[in-house]
């Protein structure tokens, strides 16, 4: 059976029209025809009905059982030269998302560069929603995902590396650096340094917001969270971050919220993916390093 009869049919039964399908493969619409036929010869059976009055056509029931195959056919053809495309050197695509590629992923980089592993690595930042599409379509090879609850996906198999909380984070010198714990009602007549909505700390503001029915009145957004740290330390606001973003400055307090939030980082790979040596050993020393971070 012919690859190339296989994938005109397949856009046939996505296009559903001879005319966009020629369009759409750059081909006359003659040769549609002609790889249809070889296909029904092939086969001996009827795989459309054609309407020439209206330009429309519908699968015959074997023609439904062939698409359904043509379709896992060449998604398998796909996966497979993904997979022997790796076997000849091509770098393994890490996705890290911002905040855990700061604040993170620099000792596991270490380790990686203790193991010569570090040269194989492609980095590639995107934030943790869109990370997690790119897994699904196979644009990377693994990824650390940020999460609010630990992951649960029918195609994503993960790992959880760390467990983190959300703190309210205040200046060393405004009052609230000397409280305990604070809800969001202890704070919500503040000024809010609040990060944009590609950052999770901005779905866990507003899940804040709302669920206590309160609209601070001044909020300032920014997408840099260096911005919002140095706006935090100099007093301007308060903000709701991860303890790992701050936990290291001497000009920031971080306090526990009262109901806690979790804010859980994992190791994320496609399920069925195929994982070379290397990969496996990329995997095996994010995960054996887990109590030193």
């Excluded at 397949?10 to 619409?29: P, R």
């Amino acid at each position: 059976m012919n690859l190339r009869d296989l994938e005109y049919f397949n856009c046939l039964c996505e296009s559903k029209s001879f005319t966009e399908t020629a369009k759409l493969l750059y081909v006359s619409q003659p040769s549609i025809t002609m790889s249809l036929r070889r296909l029904e010869k092939e086969l001996n059976i009827e795989l459309v009905i054609r309407d020439h009055n209206k330009n429309k056509f519908s699968l015959t029931e074997a023609g439904k059982v062939l698409e359904k195959h043509t379709k896992n056919i060449l998604q398998e053809i796909k996966e497979t030269s993904f997979e022997i495309s790796k076997l000849t050197g091509s770098k393994i695509k890490l996705g890290v998302p911002p905040i855990i590629g700061a604040y993170f992923f620099p000792p596991l980089m270490k380790k990686l560069i203790k193991n010569n592993l570090a040269q194989k690595i492609e980095l590639v930042e995107k934030g943790s929603a869109a990370m997690k599409n790119l897994i699904i379509t196979d644009d990377v090879d693994m990824a650390l995902l940020g999460s609010l609850a630990p992951i649960e996906n029918a195609d994503i198999n993960s790992t959880i590396l760390k467990e983190d909380a959300f703190m309210v984070c205040v200046s060393k010198n405004n009052p609230l650096a000397k409280e305990a714990k604070l809800s969001i009602n202890d704070i919500k007549e503040e000024k809010f340094i609040v990060l944009g909505d590609s950052y999770i700390h901005n779905k866990v503001f507003n899940d804040l917001c709302l669920k206590n029915n309160i609209s601070p009145a001044n909020v300032y957004y920014t997408d840099e969270i260096q911005t919002a740290k140095s706006l935090i330390a100099s007093d301007l606001g308060i903000g709701i971050m991860i303890n790992m973003a701050v936990k290291n400055m001497d000009t920031i307090k971080a306090i526990p919220l009262s109901t806690e939030i979790l804010f859980y980082i994992s190791i994320v790979i496609k399920k069925n993916h195929y994982m070379t040596l290397q990969e496996k050993n990329i995997k095996a020393i994010l995960t054996e390093n887990i109590n030193y971070l």
